[in-house]
């Protein structure tokens, strides 16, 4: 009971200090919104729904790039942010939350690995030259939520 009552202490207060930082990109039309909360890949796919978005969706390099450089410039605090892609449905297939299938990835060397066959949700490593791995979705990580235009 203590832990539990801790653990919601701790959302509470994460919440008090939830950081979000608009970018709109206009050759891309659409921003991204950084939280610095802690929740797990379908709470985070949660949250950016309540707020008619997604969790982020990167289709190029140049999105990437866009992201790298505004996590860099405002949210650095934040190691891990889940994105929005996914092999839920079917192991090694890949898929963003819109349902479409990736036609750009960013995953580091020797990722996804699938490691115990239990890493099914991506998250963008900022301390691993912000490229992406797969880990457990249960798992509580800061987030990025979409908004398109």
Known sequence: KNRSSLRQLLRLYDSVKMLQVVVWLSITDMSFFFFILLLTWKEALSSCK???????????????????????????????????????????SFVWVDGSVPGYTNFGEAQPDDWKGEEDCVHVRTLMKYDWNDVWCDFELNYVCQYFE
């Open 50 to 92: 309540s707020r008619n978005m997604e969790l982020a969706i990167i289709n190029s390099q140049t999105e990437q790039d866009a992201l790298v450089f505004t996590i860099k410039a405002e949210a650095a605090a934040a190691k891990y942010l889940w994105l929005g892609l996914t092999d839920l449905d079917k192991e090694g």
